[in-house]
DNA sequence: AACACATTGCATGTAAAACTTCAAAAGTCT
DNA sequence: AGACTTTTGAAGTTTTACATGCAATGTGTT
């Protein structure tokens, strides 16, 4: 038996009244157990502390802190199996092995912004980004690629998008921005120090700062007004866009729901144009 | 503020330098931190138990107990978004629905990516790039980002990297290929044009075409001596290129792997650069 | 170099939690 | 009903964790 939620279904039935009703809390309600304190749990369920203790005992643990170590471990396991995928620097496994990797670390890092991604901030950022007169996108260097994705989806939304060159910004660029601007500001490792001053210029025209970064505390992270990261509680020294990305769609969808008829209009008239340029085959 | 990460990220700037390290830590490892003493927290990031508690009150807290309370609650909460993913006929939460459900479709990419990806592709396009004299990337609107992470990438690799601009090719670029040479064009829906007729060209001068598209048959596929498709089987209209970039990501590991001793080189000659120019920050 | 100031960790004090003991209450058997 | 066993909680003890004063160290400034 491996979990203490295993271990208590073996000796549930052994067990004095009391110390039932508190092993009965510990299943329904295992994250809150894992916090309280003995006497809390025992005033929980209506036993004395000293019943609480006991049942560690009869749990066959060495007393109450024991118990409750075990069922914080198996609180904190889940979130492990993430972890072990990604340092996989076993040197046995073939070159084969290594890129397919790639695609194990790409879904774990996926995985983990599923499990981490609050909504409510993805609409409030499509919401800052919709009634922006005028958006900036900062982005150098490796950050460029999302950022000019970022950038060509926008311009299909609407007008008003400026974007940096890859290289370094214009102040131009920025100076035009207002208090009802946004700026988007792509920072990664290596943190380009371009990037803060562009940050900075934008926040002293009044714009929002909307910061994609790996970090809350990266430099652009303490600067911005709202934040996203790709994968905070990853150790990832290698970076992989690809999380960027999905949180960017995920933006772009959240846009598009609020915003359709613009968007649709403006879609009609691309359109229009791409014909008369004859852009596209097929 | 609500949060304990926002109040740490207000507060940040301000506080000492051990104090940061915990800090950090709260943000990187909530989890861990919420159930760890003062003392374990202190000795995880190297600094005394004292400095983790004076940070609650740096961070206005009556003590740390009440730190440590406000980052268990915060810890709990989270569990009550399991109704947002339930079914409801509430009109925002299927909203948010959708917002996930950019995640979902994203995952099942991948994993059709990991299904179908034949690693000794992977191989053949790494050894054609490692060996080209010359590579030139072709990729144009929506196409551009994808293309322009991996001139980036490669150019931390190597040099001879060229890559179009975003709006379109200058046959100054092309022509210079020679039958040694290799061109990556990317291509995806709206097929434009022009990039086939780059592709063409670039053949003309018996460079290897490599086609990153989404389809064997599109135009580009027709073309490419050899052709990466990210999604044959999928339909889905509005295409992400998080898989494209999944897929390249596999591509430089490849080639990392093929061709360590020139890549470390010319790292350490990039360092040295950096290092004078004083790019990056941290 | 000498000063002020900030930062940090050790040592000690204090509060709280875990553990132990013991006697009362409840249940069981003859 | 009386004796025995089991269960339970209050009170006391020990351990652990949080809190605080103080000295040592480091940093920047005049």
Chains 1, 2 share one sequence.
Not at 5 to 22: A, F, R
Not at 23 to 38: N, S, W
Not at 65 to 71: F, K, N, T, Y
Not at 128 to 148: E, M, N, Q, V, W
Request: net charge negative; hydrophobic share 40%; proline share 2%.
């Amino acid at each position: 038996m491996r979990t203490l939620q295993e271990t208590i279904k073996v000796h549930y039935s052994s067990l004095s009244p009391g110390q039932q009703k508190v092993a009965a809390f510990y299943i329904e309600r295992p994250q809150e157990a894992a916090l309280l304190t003995a006497f809390q749990i025992g005033k929980q369920v209506g036993v004395s502390e000293t019943t609480v203790i006991r049942l560690a005992y009869a749990l066959g643990f060495s007393g109450y802190s024991e118990l409750q170590q075990a069922l914080r471990k198996d609180w904190l396991l889940p979130k492990q199996d993430i972890s072990e995928v990604l340092p996989s620097k076993d040197g046995q496994t073939n070159d084969n092995q290594l890129i397919r990797q790639v695609i194990l670390r790409e879904q774990a890092i996926l995985q983990n912004l599923a499990e981490q991604i609050k909504v409510d901030d993805v609409w409030a950022m499509a919401e800052t980004l919709i009634h922006s007169d005028r958006i900036y996108i900062g982005g150098f260097g490796s950050s460029y690629a999302a950022a000019y994705w970022l950038y060509y989806a926008l311009k299909q939304m609407r007008g008003n998008v400026v974007i940096s060159s890859p290289t370094g910004f214009m102040t131009e660029d920025i100076c035009d921005l207002t208090t009802n601007s946004a700026a988007v500001i792509f920072s990664f490792p290596r943190y380009r120090q371009d990037t803060v001053q562009a940050a900075t210029i934008a926040k002293e025209q009044g714009a929002k700062i909307i910061g994609i970064t790996d970090r809350t505390l990266s430099p652009i992270g303490q600067l911005a007004d709202m934040t996203f990261t790709s994968s905070e509680n990853e150790v990832t020294d290698a970076h992989s866009i690809a999380s960027i990305i999905s949180l960017l769609d995920m933006l772009l969808a959240g846009m598009r729901i609020r915003d359709c008829e613009h968007i649709a209009k403006r879609q009609q008239q691309l359109e229009h144009l791409y014909a008369e340029q004859q852009l596209f085959s097929e």
